[in-house]
C-alpha cells in the first residue's frame, strides 16, 4: 500500500529529499555498527505500570528481540500489508514492534493507552487488523481481559506482550523479506491517529520516507549528535514521540531513556541519573519547572543540551528563563501527524523570548535561511479563513497552509476528509492561525495566534484564547491556565479562564482582569468569568480540551461562574 500520491513521489525523489531508506534498513546499520552500544531503557517503575521488571538492551539484544518479534507476529498470521494494531505504554516492546512491523512489511498502528472499548471498537471497523497487542495490565486495568470479546466480535487476534517469547533458535528470513523492492521506503509503515477532539478520528497514512524527512527535520533543529541519550515521556503513538523522540535516537543511534506518564519528580531523576542530553517537554513541564521551586531544587539539567517543546503554546518569559537559569536551549517545535513541521531554533530565531512563538517562515522564496538543510523541502502561506486569499502583509491573522516533503497524502479510507484537508494546489490546511512577523523589511517569522477551531468570537471579535494563555501564564498565583468560549445569546460567545491555583491561592475574577489590564490588551479580549479547577482536561498528547471546558460550564445552570458570565 503506497502512502503517497505517485506524482509526490517522482517530485520529491527527483529533488533528492526521498530515497530508498527504510526505517529497518538505518536501524540495521545502527546494529551493525554499534552492536553493544546501549539502546534502549524501560521506565525505571515498569513493575508498577505492568508488573514486570524494567530492562535495558543493547543494540545487538534489541535485534534480536525484533527478530523474535517477527516470528511470533508470523506465526500469528501476520502477513506483508496486515495491520497490527498496539495499545502500549512506553515500555521496550513498543520499539520492538515498531521495528519488527517495518521488517516484515506490516502496518504498525499504536493507539494511546486511554482509549476503551468505543475508540478500538471504531479503529477496528476501520482497519480490520491482523492482531491487536497489549499488555496483561496497565497499573490497576485488566487490559486482555477488558478488550477479549472486542477482539473476538471483530476477529482479531489478541497477543499479550507477557506471552510473547523473548528468545528463538529460528530467525529465518521469510520470502516476504526477500521480495522488498525499492519502492519499499513509499509504502506505508504507519497509521496513526488524530487526536479526535473535533470529530471522529483520522488514521494518518506515513511512509519510510515521509517519517525520515520529519526525522531530520528534527534532527536539525535538535542538533543532534552521535550517541545522544534521548529521553522520550510522549506517547509513542504520533508524531511528538514517533517524529521527534524516536527517529532522533534513530538518527543519533543513540540511547532512547523511557518514561510513562509524565511524571515531573522522575523526569528530572531521569535527566540526571542518565545523563540526559536531549529531550521533547510539552510547555507543562517547563511551566512547573520554573514554577515550582521543590522540582527545581531537585532538577540537575547539566547533561542536557536541548530541550525540545511542542504540541502547545509556550509562554515568552519560559524560554528565557530557561536560558538563563539552566543554560538549556529550548526548541520550538509546530507540527501534526499530517507533517507539519516549523521550528523556532537558535539558528532561525536568535530571539530567545521570540522563540516561544515564532517560527521560520519556510519555502518562502524571498527567505533564505543559511545552514538550514531542509528549509526548501516546504512551502507555506497564509490564507484568509473566509476568503482563501493569500496574505501577504504582516499583523493579519491566517490559516497556515503547507505542502512538501514532510505532509501525507491521504487518511485511511476517508477520501472526502483527505480532500477537505487540501486546496486545489495540493496544500494541507493545518487548522492554525499565524501572522506573519519580523524586524522591519524582513518578515521573515510566522508568528502563532491560535487554532481556526478554538477562535473565541465575542461580538464580532475574534479572540484566540492561546493569547490569553501566555498573558496569564506569568501570574504568581496560577499553575495552569486555559482560556476558553462560552456560548452566550447576544454576544455569541465569552470569554472564560479555566486555572489551576498555586498551592492555596484565592483567585477571583478581578485579579485576573487586573494581571490582563496590566498587559494593555483590548477591553473586549478581557474574561467574564473564571473558574479554579484542581487539573485542566487534555487529550493523550497533553494539549487543552478547550471543547471540554465550553461545555462543561455552558451545561452547569446557576453556577456562579455562569452568573459572573452572562452578567453584565
Known sequence: MMASEQASIDRHTALGWWGDDTLDAHFLRNVQAHPNRL????PPDRRALIGTDP???????LNDRVNVQVAALREAGVRREDIVVFQLPNVHEIVVILLACARMGAIASPVVMQYDRAELSEIFSQLNPAVYITVQRFKKRDMAASFRSLCAEHSVTLLGIDDLPIESTSQTRSPD?????????NEVLTICWTSGTEGQAKGVLRSHNLWLSIGRMVGWGARLQDGDVILNVRPMVNMAAIGGGFYSWLLAAGTLVLQHPLDMTLVVDQIRERRVTVTFMPPAFIVALLKDP????????????????GSAALPEWATLEMASQFGVEIVNFFGSNEGVTLQSTAATVPDTQLRATHFARMGREDIAWPDFDYAGQLETKLVDTETQEEITEPGRA?????????IFSYYYRAPEQTKEAFDDAGFYRSGDLFEIDGDGTALCYYKFVGRCRELIIRGGFNIAPAEIDNLLSDHPGI?????FGVPDERLGERVGVAFVPREAAKITLEDVVRHL????IATFKLPEGVVAVDSLPRNPMQKVLRQAL????????GSAFLQEVTSE
Open 39 to 42: 539502546a534502549i531503557t524501560d
Open 55 to 61: 530492562q535495558s538492551l543493547t543494540y545487538g539484544e
Open 177 to 185: 523479506d526477500e521480495r522488498r523492492s525499492a519502492t519499499a521506503s
Open 294 to 309: 521543590a522540582l527545581r531544587s531537585r532538577a540537575d539539567l547539566s547533561s542536557l543540551r536541548v530541550m525540545g517543546s
Open 398 to 406: 491566517g490559516e497556515l497552509l503547507i505542502r512538501g516533503s514532510t
Open 479 to 483: 499553575s495552569e491556565v486555559a482560556a
Open 517 to 520: 489590564k496590566s498587559k494593555h
Open 550 to 557: 465550553s461545555a462543561s460550564y455552558a451545561l452547569v445552570p
